[in-house]
């Protein structure tokens, strides 16, 4: 079945250190997100790629780093700058390049992370 | 500016009853409008959508109604099962940037009463 993975599902850290969670699809979906989601809030996007190679900051971007070398793949890195890094991660694809289009979002189950 | 508002942010319903949850979008331009259940501990998944150039939608016990004059659009449950508790997000598009930001409601959590 066709599908996003996201892993691990639970992660933990000390304060200090960079963490990368992980993204695979097998969609065949050109774009592809990385939301944030803490408790009460909805889905703030942290960011996105339109094509391989190509990324573009969302709105809370600051201390989180991303790739896209492969279609199928768009591993996150929280950084230490990161200040408040403990939250749900929510990985994202969608068939249209760079969500211009008129097709929803499939997400991945998340990973929860929690630095102390 | 960019903003979906939802209402209300918790429902709590008595199984068999409907349930409905009105989001209202600011830009005119939007066009796609999907709605997604997340239940604890997953991902959002889509369960239905609308499109502009349709008033209503249905799939079974849910539909969706829109607006666009008043920019608004609704999720409405007929006979509510336990398994229908979730969170529920709307979303829109906002078509002023280079992309498809999209913009998605603050939630809200279903509860249905057996």
């Known amino acids: 079945d066709g599908g996003i993975t996201q892993s691990p599902k639970y992660l933990f850290r000390k304060e200090g250190q960079n963490v990368t969670l992980s993204c695979e699809q097998n969609?065949?979906?050109?774009?592809m997100y990385w939301y944030r989601q803490d408790p009460g809030q909805g889905l703030r996007l942290i960011y996105y790629?339109?094509?391989?190679?190509?990324?573009q900051k969302g709105d809370i971007a600051e201390g989180y780093s991303v790739s896209r070398e492969k279609k199928e793949s768009f591993p996150l890195t929280v950084t230490s700058a990161q200040k408040n890094p403990t939250a749900f991660y929510l990985c994202?694809?969608?068939?249209?390049?760079?969500?211009?289009?008129?097709?929803?979002?499939?997400f991945g189950n998340g990973t929860r992370l929690t630095v102390t | 500016g960019e903003n979906v508002e939802q209402h209300p942010s918790t429902l709590s319903v008595q199984e068999g009853d409907s349930a409905v949850i009105k989001c209202t979008y600011s830009?005119?331009?939007?066009?796609?409008f999907p709605w997604y259940k997340q239940e604890l501990g997953k991902g959002p998944q889509l369960i239905i959508d609308?499109?502009?150039?349709?008033g209503e939608k249905k799939d079974q016990r849910i539909a969706v109604t829109l607006n666009k004059t008043a920019k608004h659009f609704s999720l409405h449950i007929t006979e509510t099962q336990p398994e229908d508790s979730a969170v529920y997000f709307c979303?829109?598009?906002?078509?002023?940037?280079?992309?498809?930001?999209?913009?998605f409601g603050p939630g809200t959590s279903l509860s249905v009463i057996p």
């Open positions: 994202a694809s969608s068939r249209g390049q760079g969500g211009r289009s008129n097709s929803p979002l499939h």
């Open positions: 969609l065949n979906h050109d774009a």
């Open positions: 790629s339109q094509i391989v190679n190509d990324f």
């Open positions: 830009d005119s331009a939007s066009n796609y």
């Open positions: 609308i499109r502009s150039n349709v």
């Open positions: 979303a829109a598009p906002y078509m002023k940037t280079s992309y498809d930001k999209v913009i």
